[in-house]
């Protein structure tokens, strides 16, 4: 799945339950502030995860009082940590709004970062959605890329809160820019898993895109190409091959995305993924567990 799931934060306290001691709080501190002020910002991840709660508010104070490069790091470490665990941080997405403000420099990381932490959250995606859309029209290419991919990250979940950010996205897929391009095709792509509608004028240019894209980020196409085709196997009939191509890909990643696609439109029409039986069958017996059991599932869906 393009979003994943979520379980809930809880702090375990070390040996029988007792109580962490001043010292040891100190002791993460002083070794947090080392680690920042060496720029080991992914020693910083691996620190979060010995006391989640007090160490993201650690670094959202340190964020509000670093330097440039150092708030970049941490927007980093914060955006990445709170896609797996959005409920630690979400609340603070005020203060990394405002630290924003007063640092426009951090935008296209802040976009990162925000569209990780928010896209559970509909009040919060509300809430940080007018300053997306302000990015959207930046003048720096990367900083309105980034915020493409947030507001994708959002209307995977909530379609309607972001319906009349469709014009921008389908503008990016006729950009010279192959980044551009791949950015904008993502987020519809992202939207379109769940409300295919939306986005079942562009197939034609999503397609076009999906010819060229990095396979590392076409993920939000792939699963909307599944969507499209279970809701409409006519429009994707002639392009299939593009997607059981996907299935032969070094990544593992890509080919788990392409399987689950190839499962949901088998669903509907077999006939459309018959050329794909043959690759199922064999990545059924792959080494990775994860692809296997796909692979099994989806041809279990399609009585294969």
Do not use: W
């Not at 972001?162 to 503008?171: A, H, R, T």
């Not at 059981?244 to 993924?273: Q, R």
């Amino acid at each position: 799945m393009i979003v994943k799931s979520k379980e809930r934060s809880r702090v375990h306290s070390p040996g029988n339950g007792r109580a962490l001691s001043p010292i040891f709080y100190f002791n993460m501190s002083s070794t947090l502030e080392k680690l920042l002020k060496e720029k080991k910002f992914g020693e910083v991840a691996n620190l979060l995860y010995r006391d989640r709660q007090q160490m993201v508010k650690k670094l959202i104070h340190c964020l509000e009082d670093s330097d440039e490069e150092t708030q970049r790091g941490i927007l980093n470490v914060l955006g990445r940590y709170g896609f797996d665990h959005p409920e630690d941080v979400y609340g603070y997405t005020g203060t990394i709004m405002k630290v924003l403000d007063d640092n426009p420099g951090l935008k296209s990381e802040g976009a990162c970062a925000l569209g990780n932490l928010v896209f559970n959250f509909r009040d919060k995606s509300q809430e940080v959605l007018p300053l997306l859309q302000t990015m959207m029209l930046d003048d720096d290419p990367f900083v309105r890329q980034d915020a493409a991919y947030a507001i994708g990250n959002i209307g995977f979940n909530f379609p309607d809160l972001v319906e009349d950010q469709l014009p921008p996205l389908v503008k990016m897929l006729d950009s010279g820019s192959e980044d551009e391009q791949e950015a904008g095709a993502h987020a519809l792509g992202k939207i379109g898993v769940n409300s295919p509608e939306l986005i079942k004028d562009q197939f034609p240019k999503l397609v076009k895109v999906l010819r060229h894209a990095k396979e590392t980020s076409c993920g939000g196409v792939v699963f909307a190409f599944g969507a499209l085709g279970f809701n409409y196997p006519d429009m994707v009939r002639e392009h299939m091959p593009i997607l059981i191509n996907y299935l032969k890909s070094s990544d593992a990643t890509v080919v788990k995305n392409a399987i689950m696609a190839i499962g949901i439109i088998g669903m509907n029409s077999p006939d459309l993924i018959e050329d794909a039986i043959p690759c199922l069958q064999e990545l059924a017996a792959s080494k990775d567990k994860e692809i296997g059991l796909n692979a099994m599932v989806a041809m279990t869906r399609i009585k294969k």
